[in-house]
């Protein structure tokens, strides 16, 4: 009974009085911290254990109190910044890209694409509010956002921090130096924010952009209170935390109930070969209240970017951290980690097993309308993943087996580690989609809906942002447009394609009752040929049969008709109606009318002139195309 109620917030059938009560029941529930489960004897003794590395301290570095900009006027300043490639794949790629651009040009080659089939599940996406972000952006973008439970939004990219409201007016602005002022050396970069909706205040992370690691730092953010536009505590990390000559590299970031995780890779000295991925472990209590803050740094790992896992639900996950990797340039195994234990746990792992799987490899650079230029689709890198409710949920970007770049959606019970429990999508025409971002999207702490966040290209379409929702039962509906921009982008060719991506950013609104993500994407422009960051809402709009009409009796007159039908009819409240004539065989004559409906009594009329005599029948429908009401009628010779 509990889980059937706690679908009404799309139907109209409850009081307030219940409404509210499930409401605060939900958010009891969801407070409550979700342990990970213990693994089977069987799967322990398969595991890699490395041993906790020493607690470390940092002292705060600065406080940044924003300055208060007026932004009627709209003011602006922009940090330059070259293109920034991320290392972790090198020149081996170049063959590679080669390799599957000639499969994907073959005309003998057919397209797999599988984003077309509508499931029919009891949600879909509309897009609500929508804004441009701080346009003019830098190569690439980087978006990432988040949004608090008041509703206040920040989106950051490769240049600045914006401060916005939901209803998309512009609260602040600052440079990513600015914000990080005395933290950073050189052109600041790769950003990443999260909101954490326990202890209701945000993360930020930054670091600087270049290899000299003689300068360069990284630096971490936490906010006072739970205002983006109050003060800031700022730590600073050398971007060469072993001495050794490294610098970092391509950031991601988590929060569990404890604490904050962020990974990065190290590559050598003056641009060189990559070395390691290592994960900072912070204590976020001692972060929001600017304390001397404990800290931990884990290696062990494998080659090539780390994704520690966040928490999908209000109550976040731990002890601890999972964290999965993928190998950038394809294979056919996923590397799983977990971090077992707090900072103050002595006997905390760091345990690892490799998952065998089907194979991935990344696909090749995308077209753009109307240009010779190409976009890099990345590679194989892990992009995003959530936990909540006993499962993994984790996505990234592989080749479909035409040459075209697609997303695969991983959803893994860590007792099981059902590794092959996954669905790959990608376009059904000649798209490619890359970058992808994922979050929960549902009020309902056992459901496992997901939407997925992405950008897509191809030849005959400018470069635009999609979203794509999972249900439950993995099934999944076709991916909607949210956004396409007015021309392609030539501005961030580095010499080989476009730089595109990074990541893009995606947020979970936990202010509100119904599903409700917030994201962040790019898209090119007629102007300078740049990127544009663009910010939207995605809602949940339920399916399930939604019927307005008081009572069915509907009178329909004169029957048989000679030039006009009238149809009378009453409803409950305003609605979109559809109303469709059919012929006797069930044929689609014509959709003869659609409109916003007022709630009470209705007349709609229509002539028969139009039509031949015979037996027809009149279809009332609702706004999914669900039928309410058919009603036959005869039409005799004029």
């Avoid at 190290?266 to 204590?283: E, P, T």
């Avoid at 075209?404 to 999508?425: A, E, W």
């Avoid at 909607?480 to 030539?490: C, S």
Wanted: proline share 6%; hydrophobic share 35%; with cysteine.
């Amino acid at each position: 009974m509990r889980l059937i109620l706690q679908y009404t917030p799309y139907f109209h059938n409850l009081s307030g009085f219940f409404f509210c009560l499930l409401i605060l029941i939900f958010e009891s529930k969801a407070q409550n911290p979700e342990a990970k489960p213990a693994y089977p004897l069987s799967i322990q003794e398969q595991f890699v254990s490395i041993p906790s590395p020493p607690l470390l301290r940092v002292p705060l570095h600065m406080e940044f109190t924003p300055k208060q900009a007026n932004m009627d006027f709209d003011p602006s300043i922009k940090n330059l910044i070259a293109p920034h490639r991320s290392k972790e794949q090198e020149e081996s790629m170049k063959l590679h890209r080669l390799k599957i651009d000639a499969i994907k040009n073959d005309p003998s080659v057919r397209r797999k694409g599988t984003d077309e089939a509508e499931s029919g599940g009891p949600l879909k996406l509309t897009i609500g509010t929508t804004f441009y972000g701080d346009i003019d952006g830098a190569c690439p973008n980087d978006n990432t956002i988040a949004v608090s439970k008041a509703g206040r939004i920040i989106s950051m990219m490769n240049s600045h921090v914006g401060i916005y409201n939901t209803s998309g007016a512009k609260l602040n602005f600052y440079t990513l130096t600015e914000f990080f002022r005395g933290s950073t050396n050189s052109s600041p970069c790769d950003p990443k924010v999260e909101y954490d909706p326990v202890a209701d205040r945000f993360f930020m992370f930054i670091q600087d952009c270049g290899s000299d690691n003689t300068k360069n730092n990284i630096a971490f953010g936490f906010s006072k209170t739970n205002d983006p536009n109050g003060s800031w505590n700022i730590y600073k990390f050398a971007t060469d935390p072993f001495g050794d000559g490294s610098w970092s590299d391509y950031p991601k970031v988590a929060i569990n109930q404890d604490e904050v995780f962020v990974s990065i890779n190290l590559f050598g000295k003056n641009g060189g070969s990559y070395r390691q991925a290592i994960l900072y472990q912070l204590d976020k209590t001692d972060g929001y209240a600017g304390r001397t803050m404990d800290y931990k740094i884990w290696t062990g790992f494998k080659n090539g970017t780390i994704l520690p896992i966040r928490s999908g639900a209000n109550g976040h996950y731990g002890p601890g951290i999972y964290a999965v990797q993928a190998v950038a340039g394809g294979g056919s195994y996923i590397n799983y980690y977990d971090i077992t234990g707090k900072l103050s746990d002595a006997n905390s792992r760091l345990i690892h097993q490799q998952l065998n799987t089907d194979a991935y490899q990344p696909g090749s650079p995308a077209y753009q309308y109307n240009t010779s230029y190409r976009l890099d689709v990345g590679d194989c890198r892990m992009q995003d993943g959530y936990y909540q409710n006993g499962v993994i949920h984790f996505v990234f970007t592989a080749e479909d087996g035409s040459g075209y770049s697609g997303i695969r959606y991983h959803r893994i019970d860590p007792v099981k580690l059902d590794i092959n429990n996954y669905q790959f999508f990608s376009s059904a025409d000649e798209r490619d989609f890359a970058y992808p971002a994922i979050s929960p999207f549902s009020n309902i702490p056992t459901d496992r809906s997901s939407v997925i966040h992405f950008a897509s290209s191809g030849k005959d379409f400018y470069p635009d942002m999609r979203a794509k929702l999972y249900h439950h039962d993995f099934s999944s509906d076709n991916s909607i447009r949210v956004k396409v921009g007015p021309g392609p982008n030539k501005d961030c060719d580095n010499g080989d394609y476009v730089r595109w991506g990074d990541y893009s950013g995606i947020a979970r609104h936990y202010g509100l009752s119904a599903p409700t993500v917030w994201i962040a994407g790019s898209v090119g422009n007629d102007i300078k040929y740049s990127w544009w960051t663009y910010i939207a809402e995605i809602k949940a709009v339920a399916t399930a049969t939604h019927d307005p009409l008081t009572s069915h009796e509907v009178v329909l007159s004169p029957n048989p008709a000679f030039d006009k039908v009238k149809v009378e009819f009453e409803l409950k409240q305003a609605t979109p109606l559809i109303f469709a004539i059919y012929n006797s065989t069930g044929q689609l004559v014509s959709r003869i009318f659609e409109s916003d409906v007022a709630q009470g009594n209705n007349v709609f009329s229509f002539s028969t002139g139009q039509l031949v005599a015979g037996n027809y029948f009149l279809k009332i429908l609702n706004n999914q195309n669900e039928i309410l009401k058919t009603e036959p009628f005869v039409v005799v010779g004029h």
